[in-house]
């Protein structure tokens, strides 16, 4: 019996080793780091007519399910594996990202705010279902919940993800990266559409007027749309890192702050100064640099009127900040372009009306400065003769010169006058100082002085005290020493008159001065040995040397005297 039980033993040994082996090499899938396994079942049900990808685990084909890096253990006869590459999002590198203004066409540096934002920036996933119901005519992006084909509304963060790629296909895009200084205004690309701009929402004649055929056709846009809506929303996004889904969304970037845009004569091929006549007909060249800016609470409606920033240049400053020279302008005259206030004025009336006019567009203008103006006569831009020009200049310049000279005389005159008065106020100063300097040597002297009388005083004064509290402290050591003795005086008599007290109380105590004496004598006896022998009544003697406190005893009480003998042993 033993004998079998060994061999069944060993026979399930040997068995459970060939299927541990089997499974081992047979049915172990191995998935390397980076790496998933999509699993492909070889039996089960068919697919139904136009699917790819299994959607139960009844159904024969490619499976939903993927298996990650390391071992897995699979039928091999009814499944079947292959090995494909994680997703991988990157992170990015922000010590690579850099921002840099880009270039105009003349090879300037650009002011108008443009820029180049570049780097290794985080990726998204944009992830596109493969398999699944149809969407409803018109979805193009649908959610993860739905089960419907189609570009998923949720995105893939960095890092790394077990993707089927037979059932979705991710994009990567750079995430929405808004650098400071910037925001990020929104624009939804899918949502509901926003109503056309109620008939009262439309410019007005005298608007139109206001502004010309351009300025008109600006004042008339679409209103910001909502959250569900499509279209440019009011929100913006701050300085920041966006994982946004860039086929739901558009982000445009805006630079917040002031940016400086200049119409100037750069050489003779490029000149974009603003030319008009005068008042009285001479030709006016301006070079005009204005600083303007954004605010965070309009990007939007930037966005949502022109597009982007650079339309602002295109259809408001430039357009804007001409048409407004030369009507200004043209009611100066040409002298008062080259006297000072005057250009000043033109300035700030250029700069007002600027203002006014970018503030209905949503830009705001904070200065317009006029950095050269040129004035040419009537005739001399055609034929290249400014003699007229320099004419005018020449007559201008001595005419501010002799003004200029005579304020210079009258400015020397008024010096020599305040020079003289200056000079006199010395001597005052001078004067005023020595006669300080008398009153402070009297002052000195006085407070001297007074200072050695009160130290004479203070100094007898303090004798006379020292004296005084000298016989006052000798008087005290006279009552001391009084004192003192009568108090010693009184301690020898109290004591005594106590001594006798005492001796009395004793007396008193042992009822007779006999007894007191016996006391006393017996307290200070102190022989080496002592016989004491009683005769009392009769002829009997006795020897009491072990009874003596006894016979004290009995004398005491007798009143008697004992007769006392010594002898020696």
């Not at 068919?46 to 939903?64: C, D, F, K, M, Y």
């Not at 409803?136 to 077990?162: A, D, F, M, N």
């Not at 008939?199 to 004042?219: F, K, R």
């Amino acid at each position: 019996m033993k004998k079998y039980i060994l061999l069944i033993a060993g026979a399930l040994l040997v068995l459970g080793s060939a299927l541990g082996l089997g499974t081992w090499f047979l049915c172990r899938i191995y998935v390397p780091e980076g790496m998933c396994a999509v699993l492909i079942k070889k039996t089960g049900e068919l697919l139904p007519e136009g699917e790819s990808v299994a959607t139960t685990n009844n159904q024969r084909g490619i499976q939903q399910e993927v298996l990650g890096p390391g071992r897995h253990f699979r039928d091999p006869f009814r499944f079947d594996w292959q090995i494909v590459d994680l997703t991988e999002i990157p992170s990015g590198d922000p010590k690579t990202w850099t921002l840099t203004a880009g270039k105009l066409t003349d090879g300037s540096d650009m002011q108008s705010g443009l820029y180049k934002f570049e780097g290794e920036f985080p990726k998204i996933g944009v992830v596109t279902r493969k398999v699944g119901k149809r969407p409803p005519t018109g979805q193009v992006v649908v959610s993860r919940e739905s089960g419907y084909q189609g570009i998923l509304e949720e995105v893939l963060t960095p890092g790394v993800y077990k993707i089927n790629p037979y059932v979705y296909e991710v994009e990567l895009y750079p995430a929405t990266v808004i650098p400071a200084g910037f925001v990020g205004v929104v624009t939804n690309l899918f949502g509901e559409d926003r109503p056309d701009v109620a008939e009262s929402d439309m410019p007005t004649s005298a608007t139109a007027a206001e502004y010309g055929d351009e300025g008109s056709a600006l004042s008339y846009q679409r209103r910001l749309a909502n959250a569900s809506e499509r279209g440019t929303i009011r929100e913006v996004l701050q300085p920041g890192i966006y994982f946004i889904n860039p086929k739901l969304m558009k982000i445009t970037l805006v630079e917040i702050g002031y940016n400086e845009y200049s119409q100037l004569r750069i050489d003779k091929f490029t000149d974009s100064q603003i030319s008009f006549p005068s008042d009285t007909g001479y030709l006016i060249r301006v070079g005009v640099t204005v600083v303007w800016g954004i605010d965070p609470d309009h990007a939007a409606e930037i966005v949502n009127d022109f597009g982007n920033v650079d339309k602002v240049l295109e259809k408001v400053i430039n357009p804007q900040l001409r048409s407004i020279c030369r009507n200004i302008g043209s009611t100066y005259a040409a002298r008062d372009f080259i006297q000072g206030e005057k250009r000043e004025q033109f300035q700030r009336d250029m700069t007002e009306e600027l203002r006014r006019v970018c503030a209905a567009k949503n830009v705001e203008v904070l200065l317009a400065l006029v950095r050269e103006i040129e004035v040419h006569a009537p005739m001399a831009a055609s034929t290249g003769d400014s003699a007229v020009t320099e004419d005018l200049k020449r007559t201008i310049q001595q005419s501010y010169i002799a003004i200029e000279s005579q304020l210079t005389k009258e400015k020397q005159r008024d010096a020599a006058t305040v020079k003289a008065e200056l000079e006199e106020v010395k001597k005052l100063v001078e004067i005023a100082r020595e006669t300080i300097r008398a009153d402070s040597r009297i002052l000195v002297a006085n407070i001297k002085a007074e200072g050695d009388k009160s130290a004479a005083q203070i100094a007898a004064q303090a004798e006379l005290d020292i004296a005084t509290i000298q016989q006052q402290v000798a008087q005290l050591d006279a009552q001391r020493r009084q004192i003192l003795g009568q108090a010693a005086a009184d301690v020898e008599r109290m004591k005594k008159e106590a001594d006798a007290k005492g001796f009395h109380l004793l007396v008193s105590a042992f009822g007779s001065p006999q007894a007191y004496n016996l006391y006393t004598f017996a307290e200070n006896f102190e022989p080496q040995s002592i016989r004491m022998i009683f005769a009392g009544e009769g002829t009997f003697w006795t020897d009491l040397s072990r009874f003596e406190e006894v016979g004290a005893a009995k004398l005491l009480q007798g009143g008697q005297s004992p007769t006392i003998r010594n002898s020696a042993d």
